[in-house]
Each structure stands twice: as C-alpha cells, then as structure tokens.
C-alpha cells in the first residue's frame, strides 16, 4: 500500500522562507545567546507616562552623578556619558567579559506638548531617572459629555 504524498513547492523550501518571523527570532534568540548583548554600550529604558508628566529611566550601575550629560536640542533629549571603563587587569585573560561601565549615548524625541524649561533629573541606586512634565494643554481631561442637537 503506498502512501499519499503531496509534492508542492512549500515542502522543498527552506524553514527560513517558510516561516520567516520565525526564522528572525531564532536567529535573535542564537545571536544574542551566542554573542551577548549586541551593544553594550546602550543601557537599558524604560518610559512611563503618569497623568503629570513622562519619565525616562536608564539602568546604568556604576556610574555617579558627573559622569553624565543631558542637553535638550530641537525636541531630542541626549543623554550621554563619556567616561571610559577602568580597571582591567592586563595580565589577566578574560574567558568572558561582560561587565561593562563605558561610554553611552541614548537620544529620545519629545512631543512639543511637553515643559522642557521644567525637566528634572536624579541619579540613585543605578537608575537615571529623567522627569519631563506635561504642558497644561496636554494634561488628559476629564472625560465629558457632548449633547446631540
């Protein structure tokens, strides 16, 4: 008794042509596995909006408070360090070397419906957090009714 077997094209492609975001997140998944954090460089963000204002906050350890610029250009606040990392023992070698406290720079557009006369910033605990308040204008409102004439 033989066995139905349908021969179609889809059957001889390869997984990666197949099913391609699933062949992008493997390849995501072993490159990250395989190399580490592609760009160390960049600390981590998070972005929360409360009904007052936004607030950036970038995890970034080891540093302390002058070892960071912030200077808002044309609505793009840039948030930088420019400090080099140190202590690396020559005369060991690293099997792996995944510390890392070096120079950075993060840049994130803002709505003009922010105060940027009023933005503030704190370094504690490894996070810088960025305060931006929200214009009068951009402040949600209470929700309202409208009548149909």
């Given at each position: 008794m033989m066995t139905n077997f349908r021969f179609s094209d889809r059957n001889c492609m390869p997984a990666r042509l197949q099913y391609p975001a699933s062949h992008q997140m493997m390849n995501w998944f072993w490159n990250d596995f395989e190399n580490g954090k592609k760009d160390r460089s960049v600390p981590l963000a998070n972005i929360v909006e409360t009904k007052e204002d936004f607030r950036i906050e970038l995890t970034?350890?080891?540093?302390?408070?002058?070892?960071?610029?912030?200077?808002?250009?044309?609505?793009?606040?840039?948030?930088?360090?420019?400090?080099?990392?140190t202590g690396i023992n020559q005369e060991e070698s690293y099997i792996?070397?995944?510390?890392?406290?070096?120079?950075?720079?993060?840049?994130?557009?803002?709505?003009?419906?922010?105060?940027?006369?009023?933005?503030?910033?704190?370094?504690?605990?490894?996070?810088?957090?960025?305060?931006?308040?929200?214009?009068e204008q951009a402040k949600s409102k209470p929700a309202r009714e409208i009548a149909i004439d």
């Open positions: 970034v350890p080891g540093f302390s408070k002058s070892d960071f610029k912030i200077k808002l250009e044309d609505q793009v606040l840039h948030i930088s360090s420019d400090r080099e990392e792996r070397h995944e510390f890392s406290c070096t120079a950075f720079n993060r840049s994130f557009h803002l709505s003009y419906l922010v105060d940027s006369g009023s933005i503030i910033a704190k370094y504690e605990n490894g996070i810088l957090s960025v305060n931006i308040p929200k214009t």
